[in-house]
């Protein structure tokens, strides 16, 4: 269950980037 919510946590931060780097 730990690494599926460290897991969770890393997309979340990867789809926050890439929403910022394409100026979402």
């Known amino acids: ?3 599926k919510h ?3 946590t890393f ?3 990867v789809t926050f ?3 910022k780097g394409l100026g979402g």
Do not use: H, I, P, Y
């Open 17 to 19: 980037g890439l929403s």
């Open 6 to 8: 460290a897991f969770g």
């Open 1 to 3: 269950m730990g690494w």
């Open 11 to 13: 997309a979340d931060l």
